[in-house]
């Protein structure tokens, strides 16, 4: 099973980017696809998760009502939209999958699989 994170860049404040999560492997119809972020000398970060089944989504507070998480069944691929970004949302986001209860979505030692990490970064 592989994630392939994508789509990080360099933007201005304000501005907005689309983070995109391709899986392969295996279809994730049971399971729950998150993003996680990490700062530099800062702890990881969740950021959103969405359940293939059913398309229920979940926002980590910093982030919520300016980010949209959305997943593509046919195309096995999870998206992040990011609007209204700020130089607090520099970071390296990663995308990680699992098979998760709600009450641990938000907990990153709770994915099996994670991708390798894209950079974003907000200047002011």
């Known amino acids: 099973v592989q994630l392939q994170a994508s789509g990080g860049g360099l933007v201005q404040a304000g501005g907005s980017l689309r983070l995109s999560c391709a899986a392969s492997?295996?279809?994730?119809?049971?399971?729950?696809t998150a993003w996680f972020r990490q700062a530099p000398g800062k702890e990881r970060e969740f950021v959103a998760a969405?359940?293939?089944?059913?398309?229920?989504?979940y926002y980590g507070d910093s982030v919520k009502g300016r980010f949209t998480i959305s997943s593509d069944n046919a195309k096995n691929t999870v998206y992040l939209q990011m609007n209204s970004l700020k130089p607090e949302d520099t970071a390296v986001y990663y995308c990680?999958?699992?098979?998760?209860?709600?009450?641990?979505?938000?907990?990153?030692?709770?994915?099996?699989?994670w991708g390798q990490g894209t950079q974003v970064t907000v200047s002011s």
């Open positions: 969405v359940r293939w089944s059913g398309g229920s989504t």
């Open positions: 990680a999958a699992g098979r998760l209860i709600q009450s641990t979505i938000r907990r990153g030692d709770q994915y099996y699989y």
């Open positions: 492997g295996r279809t994730f119809s049971s399971y729950t």
